[in-house]
């Protein structure tokens, strides 16, 4: 739709110096078109507010302007089958049958390249998510993160980006710390010894499991408490990142990069960092403690980085984090954080800009929860981690496909009820299956193709005989998928697939049921008309295949 927008630009453009100079109205820019998709075809394909945007210069009514255009413009038949003007000055386009025919070859003809485009330019993105504390099983909130990050990543590559998918492993602070005390204090308890556990220790049946593993630890009975502590952390955490990655392959997210958030301590860089800031005059002493005068660049208030126990915060090392990215020759970093995050955006962007680097560079894309149901109602928490629906449990019960389907259905910033019975049905109740289905059909109607002795869609079809409102109904919607696929990715919303996804699929099984039982289904007696529908319906296939594969979907030839 692009090509067809640039080309009724120059047209309109054209139109409209014509119409000044034989209305007399005075020189002036030609306005964008700003074009719009009419919500009824009676209307149009395509809808322009002009005549607005040039009334207060003309001092004329728009729609007195708009008439003038439509008499002015002299458009290719090829292109444009009528204009009309509408409502209060409104230039509707209906756009010649033609080119709605001539996306069938374009489609096919492109096959997986469909869509894709080069507005990226090779540039580097670094899409950073779930990024997950090595302390626990992942839930499904970060199933939810991972296919999100997973897909954004998937559509910016589409659009000529050259991405790297990225996991931190927050493996310095705290809550390793946290769980090294948890295993202890499960370790000796299986021991008969009186133990106090921690206070905000991690309870989950997965750290008994972990207690009774770490009895093989080389010398771990023998260790002072502070030393066997520092073990089970690091043995546990080294563990239950192996099955994160394990969860994630399963679920076929894939990383580029595995990065440890300790590695930043030992290789100084955050002592480095802290420098460079302290140099610019950015740090203040507070007592013991040092802070970072971030309310200097837009902050809400300046921030603590090394507490008075010479223990720094979490912020110091997301500090260095994000300048590491940037040393690394990223030229646009996505985080994908979850919504509780959402006041860490403006501390971190204070960073960067008071290292020297423009803080647009960061952009941040919040996740709101996952309530997972059972027909409708909660369902019950992990019996291993105690306290959460466990990410690997979804997927083995509901599959790779309708998990990733089914979290990309809501905008990221959108609560998601996620309800396992609904995603286990392979009925049209399911959206994947229903999306997959409309694949599925048209591979079974090319098996009927070679049986009936037609062959496949042959180049030369007179795609001229598609005129039922059904087929140029579709035709309309394959037309929209790289301007779909471009919108999404530079918006970093996929859940614009799969609705768009979803309307052809419904189009396409509208349009079967339809007509299956007449003498206007896909073959027919008449081999040229079938040839036409039988390129339209591969033509199908392919986009729905290309869409599916954005979101790491499968596009089954039978169901």
């Keep these: 739709m692009e090509e067809l927008k640039h080309a009724l630009d120059v047209e309109l453009g054209a139109a409209v110096t014509r119409a000044a100079a034989a209305e007399g109205w005075p020189d002036a820019a030609i306005p964008e078109a700003n074009w719009e998709y009419p919500p009824d075809p009676v209307f149009g394909d395509l809808s322009t507010p002009i005549s607005f945007s040039l009334a207060k210069l003309v001092r004329r009514k728009p ?206 860089e955050v002592t480095s960092v802290l420098a460079k800031l302290r140099e610019g005059g950015y740090l203040y002493e507070d007592g013991n403690a040092i802070g ?6 837009g902050d809400e208030k300046d921030r603590i980085l090394i507490r008075g126990t010479g223990e720094p915060t979490y912020f110091t090392s997301d500090i260095a984090y ?73 997927v083995s019960e509901v599959g790779k496909d309708a998990a990733r389907f089914l979290f990309l259905t809501r905008r990221s910033e959108a609560q998601l009820d996620f309800d396992i019975e609904v995603a286990k049905k392979q009925s049209m109740d399911n959206p994947v299956f229903y999306v997959q289905y409309a694949h599925a059909r048209g591979c079974s109607v090319a098996r009927k193709a070679e049986e009936a002795g037609l062959g496949g869609a042959p180049a030369d079809a007179d795609l001229s005989l598609l005129t039922l409102p059904e087929e140029i109904a579709i035709l309309k919607l394959m037309a929209k998928y790289p301007e779909m696929v471009r919108n999404a990715a530079l918006a970093c919303e996929p859940h614009r697939v799969t609705t768009y996804l979803h309307e052809l699929a419904a189009a396409f099984h509208g349009y079967f049921t339809r007509y299956k039982d007449s003498e206007e289904r896909v073959i027919s007696e008449n081999r040229e008309l079938s040839h036409a529908r039988l390129a339209m319906v591969a033509s199908v296939r392919r986009v729905i295949a290309n869409g599916l594969a954005l979101l790491g979907v499968s596009a089954p030839e039978r169901m």
Excluded at 292 to 297: E, I, N, P, T, V
Excluded at 334 to 358: Q, T
Aim: with cysteine; hydrophobic share 45%; glycine share 10%.
């Design 322 to 394: 994000h300048a590491n990215k940037i040393r690394r020759g990223f030229q646009r970093l996505i985080n994908i954080w979850g919504a509780d995050h959402g006041g860490y955006i403006p501390r971190v962007k204070a960073a960067i800009h008071a290292l020297g680097y423009d803080p647009e560079i960061l952009q941040v894309i919040l996740l709101q929860m996952v309530r997972v149901l059972r027909n409708g109602l909660p369902a019950p928490m992990s019996k291993r981690s105690g306290q959460f629906v466990e990410l690997r449990e979804v």
């Design 63 to 268: 729609r007195d302007i708009a008439a003038a255009i439509q008499h002015a413009l002299m458009a290719d038949a090829a292109l444009v089958e009528k204009v009309e003007v509408a409502g209060a000055g409104y230039l509707n386009i209906f756009v010649a049958r033609s080119w709605w025919h001539a996306i069938v070859r374009r489609v096919l003809s492109a096959e997986q390249e469909y869509g894709q485009a080069n507005l990226g330019e090779g540039q580097r993105v670094q899409v950073e998510f779930v990024s997950a504390n090595p302390t626990g099983p992942l839930h499904v909130g970060h199933g939810r993160g991972a296919i999100l990050g997973d897909a954004v990543a998937s559509l910016l590559a589409a659009i000529g980006y050259r991405v790297e998918r990225e996991f931190y492993i927050n493996d310095a602070g705290t809550q390793v710390r946290l769980l090294g005390e948890s295993i202890w204090a499960r370790y000796l308890e299986a021991a008969g010894q009186p133990v106090v556990f921690p206070e905000n220790g991690y309870h989950g049946e997965y750290v008994r499991d972990l207690a009774t593993q770490a009895a093989a630890l080389p010398g771990l009975g023998e260790m002072d408490a502070e030393k066997a502590i520092v073990a089970c952390a690091e043995w546990g955490s080294a563990i239950l990142l192996e099955e994160a990655k394990a969860d994630l392959r399963d679920f076929g997210v894939v990383f580029d990069t595995w990065f440890s958030e300790k590695s930043l301590f030992d290789s100084g």
């Design 292 to 297: 970072f005068r971030a309310s200097d660049f």
